[in-house]
């Protein structure tokens, strides 16, 4: 594809529900992030995967998140017994390569509202 | 390990006015930096990025940004703005601290430019 994907754009969930966010990244790119973006606030890590491999889950809020690359391309960032404050925007981006150096290429993010 | 202070959440300039945005970092090892952009309702864009080399580094839209080591700073500079200039703008740091890449984001400088 063109670029970064994700489903679906909008997301509402009833507070205690279980959601799946999909990230769709750039064909043949290595490295894939999630990230969680609050209302006026930066980017906030999540996890990494390089290909299927997840070397970094520190940034995941609790074990309600869990985050998965089965085949080293769509990744699935799932969330269990939404809360009210999981509410927030969430990025998928990708890069090439695994060196760190790499332009990152965001999709256009997931928004979850949890009522 | 890493982190970034984005001084400024709102910058207010003219157009055609200079457009200087604060960056600086805290790394433990050698960084690479970026700048990201944010239009409303889009995804980031990748405005600049100092991986090695030249410190000044020169981006789209006329932007440019400065790595200085001595400073730990890479601010962002315009030398005119221009009324399409107004987005949200983002600092980050990549840096392998155990061996894996994470990219750290500053929480955001919103660009006004006044007419």
């Known amino acids: 594809g063109a670029g970064v994907s994700q489903s679906p754009r909008y997301k509402v969930a009833k507070r205690g529900q279980d959601v799946a966010l999909r990230c769709d990244p750039i064909?043949?790119?290595?490295?894939l992030f999630w990230y969680q973006q609050a209302l006026g606030q930066g980017p906030e890590f999540l996890t990494y995967f390089q290909n299927e491999a997840q070397l970094d889950k520190s940034g995941l809020p609790s074990d309600r998140f869990f985050a998965e690359r089965p085949e080293g391309s769509v990744s699935t960032l799932k969330i269990q017994r939404t809360q009210q404050e999981d509410s927030a925007v969430y990025l998928c981006a990708s890069t090439q390569t695994g060196t760190g150096s790499g332009e990152q290429y965001f999709g256009p993010g997931t928004r979850l509202t949890v009522t | 390990a890493q982190s970034v202070t984005q001084l400024g959440s709102h910058v207010s300039v003219s157009e055609g006015a200079l457009v200087l945005l604060r960056c600086n970092y805290s790394?433990?090892?050698?960084?690479?930096l970026f700048w990201y952009v944010q239009y409303p309702n889009q995804g980031l864009q990748l405005l600049l990025k100092?991986?090695?080399?030249?410190?000044l580094v020169k981006g789209i839209n006329g932007f440019e940004a400065e790595f200085k080591k001595s400073e730990t700073s890479f601010h962002l500079t315009k030398p005119s703005a221009h009324m399409s200039d107004a987005a949200e703008y983002f600092c980050a740091v990549s840096a392998s601290e155990s061996g894996t890449y994470k990219y750290i984001f500053g929480t955001g400088t919103r660009l006004k430019v006044l007419a």
């Open positions: 790394s433990s090892v050698p960084p690479y």
């Open positions: 064909s043949g790119h290595v490295s």
């Open positions: 100092y991986t090695t080399g030249a410190t």
